[in-house]
Structures are given as C-alpha cells and as structure tokens.
C-alpha cells in the first residue's frame, strides 16, 4: 500500500515541496530531504558524504541506490548541479530558485580535492563554428584551500 505524505508545516520544507511540484516532480521523502541537505550544505558534497550525514541522522536510513537515483532526478530536473572535482568524483549542490543561478568558478584544492565556489564574473561565452549549440561551461582553477596550506606551514 503507497504512503502518502503529509504536507510540511515548515515553510523551508514546503518550499523544497513546491520546487519538487514545479520540476514536474512527486514530492517523496527521499527527494524533500536530499534537497534539503543540499541547500543546508555549506559546500558541494559527494554521495559518500550525503551517505555519512544520512547514516548521522535519527530518520530511516537510506539507501545507495535510492541516494543515487534522487540525485541523478534533482540534476535532470534543475534541483542540483553535478560537477567533477579534480579527483573525477562528483560533487552536488542545490541550485539557487530560478534565475538566480549564474555560471561560476570552481576551485579545485589540489591537497584535499574539495571544491569550493568562487564568487567571480563568469568567462565571456566562446564563439562556436557554424552549426553548433552552445550547451554550458564549466571554469576549474586549481589552487590549495586554507586548510591544505596551513598544512604545509
């Protein structure tokens, strides 16, 4: 028998109910709190770490697969953005309500392989040859963080 889901009272969680219904999305469990442990994340996180904040939680654990699946649904539907680190593992964050995202920069720390989000204006647009379609892009600059410096000191 299918459970359905009590409308949150908290405004936060109503709203992450409401983005899921404007991507065209059922509003499950899984989806509502991946989402909001991307936007409460103060930086973008791997499936391992969302595994271990998971596992860190007093809710059902959560598998894998269905972490996996939620993920790969919140960036098809514009939820999340999914970018390689340095390290070719991918990092997830939630994208800003709509039209406040803009393309950015990404520093890669070559110590650690943490990515961090730099707050710059975003390279020109390439001109591409005829018949193309510009599709995105993506700026990585490496560099070590605070953390991975202090480390050398």
């Not at 889901?5 to 991946?34: C, F, Q, W, Y």
């Not at 598998?63 to 649904?73: E, K, N, S």
């Not at 999914?82 to 309500?97: I, S």
């Amino acid at each position: 028998m299918r459970r359905l889901m009590k409308h949150s009272t908290d405004p936060r969680i109503a709203m992450i109910e409401a983005a899921i219904r404007n991507a065209g999305g059922r509003v499950t469990a899984s989806r509502v709190r991946l989402l909001d442990l991307l936007q409460s994340a103060r930086e973008p996180l791997c499936q391992t770490d969302i595994e271990n904040l998971i596992e860190s939680e007093p809710l059902p654990a959560m598998d894998r697969v269905t972490i996996y699946r939620v993920l790969d649904w919140l960036t098809e539907a514009g939820l999340a953005h999914k970018a390689a680190d340095g390290r070719g593992v991918f990092r997830f964050t939630a994208a800003k309500p709509e039209g406040q995202h803009e393309q950015h920069a990404h520093l890669r720390c070559t110590g650690c392989g943490g990515t961090f989000c730099l707050d710059m204006a975003p390279p020109p647009r390439p001109v591409l040859p005829r018949g193309f379609r510009f599709g995105g892009m993506a700026l990585d600059i490496r560099g070590e963080c605070p953390r991975c410096v202090g480390a050398h000191a």
